[in-house]
């Protein structure tokens, strides 16, 4: 019986379950070293920063739906899209960190300086921002995420 199988096919076709596919994306992340390279580092300061830009947000956003100005409704569902824009990025990029096995752990302040330290495939240091820097990301970031909302790409 074994000799008409081999003739058939059935045995040379080999699958991956689902089950396996993360013990097989896992087996090249082991290779990798550890030290983050520059798109990673990247996406650990923008990880950092996003949750920033979402507060600001969501205070003008509470703000606008506050006031009594003539155009209030719309400038509140118009924050309202940034921000589920800003909320998307930041559910990719943690995705992102999690494939790659990197992860963000405490933070803390030291002359004016915010660290964040982190762990990247064991690969553990920290990442240091001032003030100055994390307002003019974030104004980036802003600035990316409202072109977005007002000039969606085109097909």
Same mark, same amino acid.
């Given at each position: *019986?074994?000799?008409? =199988?081999?003739? $058939?096919? #059935?045995?040379?076709v080999k699958m991956l379950l689902t089950d396996h596919t993360?013990?097989?994306?896992?087996?090249?992340?082991?290779?990798?070293?550890?030290?983050? $390279?520059?798109?990673?580092? +990247?996406?650990?300061?923008d990880t950092i920063l996003l949750p920033h830009l979402m507060?600001?947000?969501? #205070?003008? %956003?509470?703000?606008?739906?506050?006031?009594? *100005?003539? +155009?209030?409704?719309?400038?509140?569902? !118009? +924050?309202?899209?940034? *921000?589920?824009?800003?909320? =998307?990025?930041?559910? $990719? =990029? #943690? #995705?992102?960190?999690?494939?790659? $096995?990197?992860? +963000? =752990?405490?933070?803390?302040?030291?002359?004016?300086?915010?660290? %964040?330290?982190?762990?990247?495939?064991?690969?553990?240091?920290? !990442?240091?921002?001032?003030?100055?820097? *994390?307002?003019?990301?974030?104004? &980036?970031?802003?600035?990316? !995420?409202? &072109?977005?909302?007002?000039?969606?790409?085109?097909?």
């Open positions: *019986m074994s000799k008409k =199988l081999e003739g $058939n096919g #059935r045995r040379s993360a013990k097989y994306e896992q087996r090249d992340l082991t290779k990798r070293s550890g030290k983050p $390279n520059a798109d990673e580092l +990247l996406w650990i300061r507060t600001m947000l969501q #205070r003008a %956003h509470d703000e606008v739906k506050r006031s009594e *100005m003539t +155009l209030h409704q719309v400038m509140a569902q !118009f +924050l309202r899209v940034v *921000m589920d824009h800003v909320t =998307l990025d930041m559910f $990719n =990029l #943690r #995705r992102q960190l999690r494939q790659h $096995n990197i992860k +963000l =752990l405490t933070e803390e302040t030291q002359d004016d300086i915010f660290y %964040h330290k982190y762990v990247c495939r064991g690969y553990e240091d920290r !990442f240091g921002m001032t003030r100055e820097v *994390m307002r003019g990301e974030i104004g &980036n970031h802003l600035k990316r !995420f409202v &072109n977005q909302v007002l000039r969606p790409p085109t097909k």
